[in-house]
């Protein structure tokens, strides 16, 4: 028992820590892996004066801006705080969307940053990691404890089995469920939020039609990454099936869509 209860000790810390890791450090990591660049000012006057007139129209200190060069069209905020932010674009994007287009991009990246999802995700990565640490530690209790009490009968009982099997099949899945659950909603809040600050919904709405339009997927993205960015960067054809959106990063476009039409 003592080897067991280590075990979850020892996962514990990893978790927490990892957690505190991701936290501080995830923007670095994002950037390095997405390939994204400082943008220059004199480059990129147009995208600077737009963070900058949307960060005053938030309340929130101008981000740092990063460009990635791709045809892609996408963007993402991350950072810890609005104080320690950063939003990356494409330059597909900023090469094809309209001035109103891509205030409701950049309003609605800062709308992660304005709800602290960075550290949102974070406590739920904790959490879920937690989960699945502590459903392995009973299923290792329970199959070391069925051993010690019975050193004739080394088999499986009902109980150690039902354990086993809810840790190698189903704690997995539900933690998966729960951080796509949670990183969906995220997404309709940032909608929320953005629209709320450029007092826009429909260019939003626009902006959402004209990225998922595109056929150019992002090489850089990653399943590490792909949940920041604005949609899913990963090009698909066809339609996504309700058990299959349950697995999916990002809420479907067109109800995003309808949402801010409604509003």
Known sequence: MGSSNQYLVFGLLFS??????????????????????????????????????????????????????SEAMNAFATGRDP?????????????????SELEAVIAHELGHVKNYDILFSSIVSVLVGTLVLVTDWLQRSFFWFGIR????????????????????IVAPIVATLIQLAVSRKREYL????????????????????KISSSPIPL?????????????????????????ASLFSTHPPVEDRVRILREM
Do not use: C, W
């Open 219 to 243: 090489k850089t993205a990653s399943g590490a990454n792909a949940h920041l960015f604005i949609t899913n960067p990963f090009k698909k054809k066809g339609g996504v099936s309700k058990f």
């Open 16 to 69: 927490v820590f990892s957690g505190f890791g991701s936290y501080f450090y995830s923007d670095k990591l994002v950037l390095m892996t997405t390939g994204a660049k400082p943008a220059l000012k004199k480059d990129y006057f147009d995208l600077y004066t737009v963070a900058e007139n949307i960060s005053i129209a938030a309340g929130l200190p101008t981000p740092r801006l990063y460009v990635i060069q």
């Open 149 to 168: 009490s019975d050193d004739n009968d080394r088999s499986l009982g009902p109980v150690q089995l039902a354990m086993f099997l809810l840790t190698i």
């Open 190 to 209: 940032a909608d929320a939020t953005g629209a709320l600050i450029t007092r826009n919904p429909d260019a939003l709405a626009n902006a959402l039609i």
């Open 83 to 99: 104080k320690h932010a950063v939003v990356a674009a494409t330059t597909g994007i900023l090469k094809v969307l309209s001035r």
